[in-house]
């Protein structure tokens, strides 16, 4: 199973490294990094091409989120796409446990799980969302 990992991104400076990295220092790495910049005016540009050897990079014009989405998903190669926006981030083990979650139901068309809010400091905003899995993992 390959896994490639989509990272869609818009004038999110501040964050848009904290992102990049928890991709990069997973578990399970990613056998694919696609990194998507939807015409960005502020730094975020020059963040993202210092990982140039570490993912494929593409730049484009603005056209919303949806229109980066495709964009990346038109050259991912992945068996499974995982999305990040830039102002989220990935736990340590999120592919790991992905993968073993995927490879339990080899059939599943989409798996997905639960999120946690932080604030700008990282610290937890509450429970976790959606307060239930289908599946009771």
Known sequence: MR???ILSSYMHESYIEEAILSVLNQTTLPDEFIIVDDG??????????????????????NGGHS????????????DVICFLDS??????????????VWERNPDATMV?????????????KGKPWPR?????E
């Open 3 to 5: 896994i490639s990992v």
């Open 40 to 61: 960005s005016t502020d730094g975020s540009r020059a963040i993202i091409e210092r990982y140039q050897d570490q993912a494929k990079l593409i730049f484009k014009s």
């Open 67 to 78: 229109s980066a989405i495709n964009a990346a998903c038109a050259v991912a190669n992945g």
């Open 87 to 100: 102002d989220d981030r990935y736990a340590a083990n999120k592919l790991t446990e992905l993968k073993a």
């Open 112 to 124: 997905y799980h639960q999120l946690m809010t932080i604030d700008a400091q990282g610290n937890s």
């Open 132 to 136: 239930i899995l289908l599946d009771g």
